[in-house]
Nanobody, 122 residues
Framework: VQLVESGGGLVQAGGSLRLSCAAS????????IGWFRQVPGKERESVSC????????YVGDSVQGRFGISSDNAKNTVYLQMNNLKPEDTAIYYC????????????????WGPGTQVTVSS
C-alpha cells in the first residue's frame, strides 16, 4: 500500500489549494481514505474522509463549508479542495487508508502518506 500526497504550498488567507492523494497497491473500492492534519506539538486532527466503496464522506466541523472531498476512482486518487483558507489551517496534511469505516481516530489507519505542507499567510 502506498499513498502520496501532493498540492501543498504557501497561499494567502482567503486563497484555495487542492490536495491530491494518489493511492496504489490495494483495491481502491474496498478502502476509506481519510485526510488528517497536524501542527507541531498537537495530535493529528481529522479533516475529512471518504468511503470509496459506498461513496459516503464527511468533512470535519472546523472546516465545514470551506473544504470538500472527492475522488477519481479511475485514477485511484482522492482530492481535498480547500477554499477560504485561514492561517489556522497551516499544518502538514496527510492522507491515510483503512479497509474499515471512516474514523476520526488517526490510530485506526494503518497506512499513511508522507504528508504535504500547507502554509497560509495572513
Amino acid at each position: 500500500v502506498q499513498l502520496v500526497e501532493s498540492g501543498g504550498g504557501l497561499v494567502q488567507a482567503g486563497g484555495s489549494l487542492r490536495l491530491s492523494c494518489a493511492a496504489s497497491g490495494f483495491t481502491f473500492d474496498n478502502y476509506v481514505i481519510g485526510w488528517f492534519r497536524q501542527v507541531p506539538g498537537k495530535e493529528r486532527e481529522s479533516v475529512s474522509c471518504i468511503d470509496m466503496g459506498r461513496g459516503v464522506s464527511y468533512v470535519g466541523d472546523s472546516v465545514q463549508g470551506r473544504f470538500g472531498i472527492s475522488s477519481d476512482n479511475a485514477k485511484n486518487t482522492v482530492y481535498l479542495q480547500m477554499n477560504n483558507l485561514k492561517p489556522e489551517d497551516t499544518a502538514i496534511y496527510y492522507c491515510a487508508a483503512d479497509n474499515r469505516d471512516c474514523s476520526k481516530v488517526a490510530t485506526r489507519y494503518p497506512y499513511w502518506g508522507p504528508g504535504t505542507q500547507v502554509t497560509v499567510s495572513s
